[in-house]
Every structure is written in C-alpha cells, then in structure tokens.
C-alpha cells in the first residue's frame, strides 16, 4: 500500500523560497505547455510568442506597461490587507467604485477647475471610492464576523450592477447616442500620456510611490507592525491590546484605496468615460492577488511581479490574434501559475513523502 | 495468519536497545547538538536533563525523524538505520508525545486517536479503534472516557491520549517531551504510576523534565546536555538533585529562597463580585472578591481549570467580565481594552503562552516589544524606534539569559523555554505595579527558575504586587504572603501563607473545605 504524509518543515532558507518559485513557475509552464498541446498549439511557440509579444518589441512593452500599471496599484494594496490575513478578493468592485466616484467628481467639477486642481481631486475621489467600498466588509467582519472572502467578492457583483445601472441610467451621456456610457470626461480631468504610448504617467508615478511608501509602513511604522502582529498570531494582536477594529478599518480603507486609484486610472488614462465593467477593467482585481501573491507580500516585489503579470495579459492578447486562440487562454496561463505559487508554498512549509508498505501492526 | 502472528512478535521485540552515536546538528551554523551519544535499553527509563536551548528537543526530534542530523548515527539492535521522518520513526517503534499537543479539540477522544492509527478501517473506524482503547486502557491501567471531546479534557487527559495513540502505533520506546509542566500534581503521580506500568512491560522512556524531583523519582539513568554537548550522565541511585543541577548549570543552585518579610503597602488591585464566563459560554468565575497590596505577592492555588485562566485574562482585559469591579489604584479598569489596563500598570504572563504571547514567525526584537510598542519609547506617533527595540531586545536576552545566537532570528525557532524567558524579561522589565503571572516558570531550567523567583522577590521589594497562578504548591508557599485556594470559580480560602489551616489545603483544592 502506498501513503502520502506530510509534516511541517522546521528548516525554510531563503534559497530554498527562492526555489520554490522558480519551480512552481517552471511547473506552471509545463502544465501550461501541456493545455496548448491538447488545443493544437505548438507550446513552445506560444509560450516565446506571449513572452515576446509583451517585452519582446517597443510598442508590446508600453502596452504591458500600460497594464501594469493597475495591477502593481492593486496589488500593493493586496500586500497589506493580505499581511493581516485579511483576504480581500474584492478589489475588482473596488477599482469599480474608484472609478465611479472619479467620473462623478470629473463630469461635476471637471468644466469648473483648472487640471492642476482637478486631476489629483479625481485621484482623492478615486481613492475614497475604493476605501469606502473596501471597509465595509472590514466592518462586516470585525463586527458581525461574517467571512470577508464573501462579503468581498459579493460586493464584486453589486458594485458592477450598480455601475452598470448608472450608465445605463441616470448617467448616461447624450455624446453616447443612446449607447450605455457617460459623456467623455472634460479635457481637465483627461491623464496625460507619454508620447507615442497609452502610458499615464501619473497614475504610474502613484503607482511606484505606493509600493515603496507602503513598504515602509509594512516594515517600519507601528501601524505596519499591528497589521504583521494580527496576520501572525490574532490572540497575540488581542493580547498586545491592538485595536482589531481600527486596524482592519485603516488596511482594508488603504487596500480599497489603492484599487480605486487604479480605477481613476483606467477611466481618466485610457477610457475617458465610464463604460460597461468589463471595459474599465479586464480582472485586474484578480490578477493583483496572483501579483500580490508572486511578490511574496513585499510591495516593492509587486513592481516586478506586475510587470510579469502584465505581460502576459499582453502576450496573451497578441497570441489570441496570431494563433487564434480564445480570450479565456490568458485566464488558464494566469489561474494555472497562481495554482502552482499556492502549491509551491505549501510544499515549502510542509515535507511530503511517500511511504511504500505492506504491513500491518498490532 | 501464522505469518501474521509471528509478524506481532517480531515488533514487539523490535528495539531492544537503541544507540545514538556521535550526532551532531547546527542551524545555520550554529551547533546545537555535538557530538552527542546516548543508549537505551528495553526496560530502562533515561532522563534528559540540561539548561534551556541546550539542545534536548532537537536531539528528540532527530530521534523522531523530524530533523536530519548533520553527522552521527543511530543503531537499533546494533543495525544501522536512517529515520528520515516521524512515520519511518513510527514503524521502527518510536513514539513521541510533544510537550505541546497536537490534537483536534473539536473532536472526540476515539476520533484522535483513530486519525493516526495505521489499522484504521474505512468503513465503522470507532468500533475498531474503541475496542483497541479499550485494551490499552486495561493493560496500563488507563482511566480514559474515549466518547470526551477533546476540549473537555484536563491536560493530563490529552496527555494520556498522546501516549495511547503512540503505544496502540506500536511504539517500544516512548519520548516524552516535557510531559509534566502542565500537569496537576496528581495527574503527574498518575503519569509515573503509568510510566512505571510500560518499563515493567519491557517499554523504553526517554523523559525530559526540569524537575529533578521527577527525574531523580522514575529514572534509572540521566544524561545530562550543556550547550548542545554531553556534560556527564548517572546512575540515579549514585546521585542527588544538588550533583545534577551542578552538572547541568555549573554552579550551585539554590533550591530554597528566603522571602524576607515586608509591611504591605498601598492597595493596588481590588476585586468585586466578578463574574466571568469560560470559552464555552458557561460561568467560569463565581463572584470573586480579593485585595492586592504593593509589597504582597498574593497566589491563587487550584487544580487547573477551576477558573484560573478566565481570572487572569478577566483582570487583563482580554475576556469581558460580566458583572462586578476591578480597580487598580482605585481607578476602574473593568472591561477596558488589553493596552488601556497595561497602561495602567498591569503586566500579564499567559497561561498559554504560544497562544497569546508571541507571534511566532516575527523577530525576536518584534516580540520583545509586543505590549509596549505603543509606548513613547519604542515609537513615535507613527514610526517605530527600532535602534531603541533592539537595544532594549539586548538588554532582556542578556539579563534573563535568552540562549540565542542573535536577536535577528524568528521566535519559532527559540527553545521552549526561552520563549518563556523572553516572555517574561518582556513583563517584567518595565516595573510593572501588577503583575500577573500564569505558571512563571512552566519550562524554566531549574537556574532560570531560581533567577525568576528571585525577581519576583525583588519586585515585591520595590514595591510591586504580584499575582500568581501556580500548581506547584512548593513554589506557592515559598514565593507568596498570602494563598487563595480556587475551586469551580470561587475561592475556597484567603489566608497568609503561615495559617495553619493551610494543612487543609489538599481539601479546600477538591472542593471539600471552604473557610
Ligand atoms: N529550527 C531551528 N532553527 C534555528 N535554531 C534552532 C531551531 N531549533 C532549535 N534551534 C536552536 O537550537 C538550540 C537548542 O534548542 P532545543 O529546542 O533543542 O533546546 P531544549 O534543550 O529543548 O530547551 P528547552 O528546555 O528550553 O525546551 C536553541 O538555541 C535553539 O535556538
Ligand atoms: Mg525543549
């Protein structure tokens, strides 16, 4: 009879972490390898295809660029909520929010103000938009003790309704033609882009100070050290006299914040009006957690690991065109890696073997 | 079957004698076992002595497959094996019961034991496995209830478990980890009597304890470990707990304080008529009266579980308290939140100290700092002072002798008792005026435990109060002014601890006698 056991591992080195993803990610890509195969798919060419399609040329890279930058936002703000355990699978309707609230301050104030007063008041609307809608399952949780991984992802679906209630409804925009969507944003509240590309500076000047402002706070300010203290051991957090409500309250509002910038983003960069859901935001709300995750919960990693994600998002929508492959291939390359960066973890904290016998005791 | 009954035979006979040759173990460069031998044979029990962190839990987990040591070897019958992990260590007939345990409380005590057994049957596993607890039971004079849920049982109930789930795995020779610190003093007398039951049976014990009473009690042998090396072993009968602790520390130890007396001060801690609930919602603590005064060290005696831990929490703010008061200084600190009470000058030492007192995967110099990083010292508005956080961190692990080879190091990898010892530098390094204090010196090696009683001595002379839960009744009357006998949440008796009443205190414990 053959048994599958496990025990913890006590002995974790830093190589042996570094390892570990660099396997899983090599493993993904061989399961990745064998889906193509079975569609007919040279795996080899598709996996070089979406790596180069992405980072191989100037105009692939802007684009992945241009993805990043939500996801490095998102994720960022994933890395803290996520320090805590505090499983926010939400961000999706909270890049919804950001982006309404932004639109709403956009269209209302947008004719009234000068760019440099409107673009960071878009910003703070976006921010407050994410935040709200990301401390409700914070309450929720501390409160009421309902589990936030469904409170989250349920406000997923009513902010996307209500977004699209809006659009087709009282917000509609006459320069639409009867089409769902609000008119254009002012030119004020419209993000400036680099030359030649759909890269929003601005947004991904946030981007990058946020990660590295948030490393800080995870790292050197008390705040960061209640949120480890919680994720690591709750009864030490109760002990200690760490308020749950205020923490909870502080992360889930920065999380949500961070989402929501990323929505002022994707509607003031690139869509210049609130369209249906699932124009402003391709998933990047999940993506960010598979980020988040690859990063280790380190914001700064994020920069790379967004990058990595971005990259794929790209390729994959450059090989969905040169092989013709469907939309959905990019959700099975990303949900096969996040997979195994999960596995991988387990098998870093847990020895596994396998016990051959055929004996029977007592 | 013949094949299967000669099968039977030929495990029980399996270890006769086990040999551990030349091992040794270092974490990152580190030694924490050198060179290290040790046998056993089938009949014997060998105690495992040494100061903390001098390396007995690795070298038992090495035993038990959970470590690969980096040099050595270890010998069954004079053969060569290798353990690579706990269930090669299981069917070679090693079993081990980890000082904490790893049952599922939620679960009943048949359904534990069933989750380990390899003989477990798919279909109907408890009618099996009860009537397997059964035998153990009868053989080893046992008194187990196997329908109890876990949560319901004492600490030496889910010890028992721990030790039926080895033997019915065919164990031969049993490795316990610390297996009295948190046990009633009769439950540990029950434990011996078991323990003495299996030798005579021909079973094999390796017995780690700081309590030389126990070791010099049930060893025949004991071996003593100093920073990882040996530093002598002996027949029991040729030595004497003052030879063994010289062995161990280096020094002399001093097994009796003289507490000198003291006028007691001010009042500090007042309680009125608490009322306190347990986990599962049922009262725990019965209208609960009593004073504290500086200069007093007041303990609280009991057979665990009678509302000890609700009482400790309750006064730290971590379970909300019904009805009634507790004042400190004459301010009200009923229900106020963990910081709030700490602020008011209350420091806490768990009851389960891995539970509530660390947070296991942070720095050492993160833990150090658990309930004070709020304070100006440590951080300003909003940033944390880290230059001052290690400092600080150096000074607690060298005044309380934190055996570590850097404070840059994550807690889970201190031994047990040096957690305890940074719990405790952690508590008692600001001058706390109350402090409370669950089983001080669960864990301690026996120099750690006179450094700590001879703090809390100091403390009460400058002018603190203490308040200690201890089930060592020796180490109650040795510390404590005055003693309250607890029992299912009321106190039975309040009284100095040179009352001659206090000869009854066996009674008052078991709820017979109230003053
Ligand atoms: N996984 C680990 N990583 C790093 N160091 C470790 C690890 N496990 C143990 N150590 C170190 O090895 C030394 C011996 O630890 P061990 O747990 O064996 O001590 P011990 O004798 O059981 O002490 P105690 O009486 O306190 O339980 C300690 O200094 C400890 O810090
Ligand atoms: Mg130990």
């Known amino acids: 009879m053959i048994k599958i056991k496990t025990t913890n591992r006590y002995d974790i080195t830093p190589f042996r972490s570094f390892m570990t993803i660099v396997l899983s990610l090599f493993a993904a890509l061989m399961v990745i390898s064998i889906i193509f195969l079975i569609v007919g798919v040279n795996p080899i060419y598709a996996i070089t295809e979406i790596f180069s399609g992405s980072f191989g040329s100037v105009y692939g890279f802007k684009e992945t660029v241009t993805k990043a930058i939500p996801l490095i936002l998102i994720g960022t703000g994933l890395t803290l909520a996520f320090r805590a355990k505090f499983w926010n699978i939400g961000a999706e309707g909270q890049l919804l929010m950001g982006a309404i609230f932004a639109t709403w301050a956009g269209l209302h104030f947008g004719q009234k103000l000068p760019p440099v007063l409107i673009v960071p008041l878009i910003f703070l609307a976006g921010f407050i938009g994410g935040a709200f809608w990301g401390i409700i399952p914070a309450i929720l949780k501390i409160k009421y003790s309902i589990n936030e991984v469904i409170s989250t992802l349920m406000l997923n679906y009513i902010c996307a309704e209500f977004l699209t209630m809006l659009i087709v409804g009282p917000w509609k925009g006459k320069a639409r033609f009867g089409f769902p969507g609000t008119n254009n944003l002012p030119d004020s509240a419209i993000l400036g882009l680099i030359p030649g590309s759909r890269i929003h500076y601005a947004t991904l000047t946030l981007a990058l100070i946020f990660a590295v402002v948030l490393c800080v706070i995870i790292y050197k300010t008390r705040f960061g050290y209640e949120t480890r203290v919680v994720g690591e051991n709750p009864d030490a957090g109760k002990y200690a006299g760490i308020n749950f409500l205020k923490t909870t309250l502080i992360l889930m509002a920065v999380s949500g914040g961070l989402a929501g910038v990323a929505g002022v983003g994707e509607v003031a960069g690139i869509h210049h009006y609130l369209g249906y859901p699932a124009s402003i935001s391709s998933g990047y709300g999940f993506t960010a957690i598979i980020v988040a995750w690859l990063a280790k919960l380190n914001p700064v990693y994020t920069i790379i690991s967004g990058l990595f994600f971005a990259g794929i998002l790209v390729g994959g929508d450059a090989i969905q065109i040169s092989l013709g492959l469907p939309a959905a291939t990019v959700d099975i390359v990303n949900g096969t890696l996040l997979i195994f960066l999960i596995m991988g973890d387990y098998f870093l904290n847990h020895k596994i073997f396998i016990q051959f016998s055929n004996k029977s005791r007592i | ?515």
């Open chain 2, 1 to 515: 079957m013949l094949s299967r009954l000669f099968f039977k035979k030929s495990i029980m006979k399996k270890i006769k004698c086990l040999e551990m040759k030349s091992i040794s173990k270092s974490f990152h460069g580190i030694p924490a076992n050198q060179d290290i031998n040790l046998s056993i044979e089938s009949g014997e029990i060998v105690g495992l002595l040494g100061e903390n962190g001098a390396g007995k839990t690795t070298l038992m987990n090495i035993l038990y497959g959970l470590y690969q040591p980096d040099s050595g070897q270890i010998n069954i019958n004079g053969n060569r094996i290798r353990i690579n992990n706990p269930v090669e260590s299981i069917s070679h007939g090693i079993g081990m019961v980890h000082q904490h345990f790893m049952l599922i409380k939620n679960h009943s005590v048949i359904e534990n034991i069933a989750l380990g057994y390899k003989g477990t049957p798919f279909f109907f596993p408890k009618m099996k496995i009860r009537e397997k607890v059964h035998l153990f039971s009868k053989k080893f004079d046992f008194r187990i209830d196997p329908d109890k849920k876990i949560w319901q049982l004492s600490a030496g109930e889910q010890q028992r478990v721990e030790i039926i789930k080895a033997l019915l795995n065919g164990a031969a020779l049993l490795i316990l980890d610390e297996p009295t610190s948190v046990l009633t003093p009769r439950e540990i007398k029950e434990l011996i009597s078991i323990l003495r039951g299996m030798k005579a049976k021909g079973h094999m014990i390796i017995f780690i304890s700081h309590k030389l009473d126990e070791i010099m009690e049930i060893c025949d042998r004991v071996i003593v470990l100093q920073k990882g090396k040996i530093a002598g072993s002996a027949d029991t009968k040729d030595t004497d707990k003052k030879s063994l602790a010289r062995m161990m520390v280096g020094r002399d130890v001093v097994f009796n304080i003289n507490k000198e007396k003291l006028a007691k001060g001010k009042k500090v801690l007042s309680v009125e008529n608490i009322n306190v609930n347990g986990d599962k919602g049922l009262p725990a603590l019965n209208n609960i009266s009593f004073e504290l005064f500086e200069n007093e060290i007041l303990g609280v005696a009991g057979v665990s579980g009678n509302g000890q831990r609700e009482l400790a929490e309750a006064i730290t703010g971590i379970r909300p308290i019904l009805s009634g008061k507790v004042k400190i200084k004459g301010r009200d600190i009923t229900n106020k939140s963990p910081r709030c009470i700490y602020d008011n000058g209350v420091s806490h030492v768990p009851e389960e100290r891995i539970r509530f007192g660390i947070a296991p995967g942070l720095f050492l110099y993160d833990n150090a700092i658990l309930k004070q990083h709020h304070l100006k010292k440590f951080s300003s508005r909003y940033f944390l002072r880290y230059n001052r956080i290690k400092n600080h961190t150096k000074t607690i692990v060298n005044k309380f002798k934190v055996s570590t080879h850097s404070i840059n190091t994550r807690v889970r990898n201190l031994s047990g008792g040096n957690i305890q010892k940074l719990i405790l530098g952690r508590e008692v390094s600001e001058q706390p005026q109350l402090l409370v204090a669950s089983h001080p010196t669960y864990g301690l090696d026996v120099g750690a435990t006179e450094f700590l009683r001879k703090h809390l001595l100091e403390l009460r002379k400058q002018g603190s109060s203490v308040l200690l839960f201890s089930e060592d009744l020796e180490e109650i009357f040795e510390l404590c002014d005055r003693i309250a006998v607890i029992f299912d949440g009321r106190f039975m008796a309040v009284l100095d601890s040179d009352d001659e009443r206090l000869c009854d205190i066996g009674l008052m414990m078991a709820g017979s006698k109230k003053i």
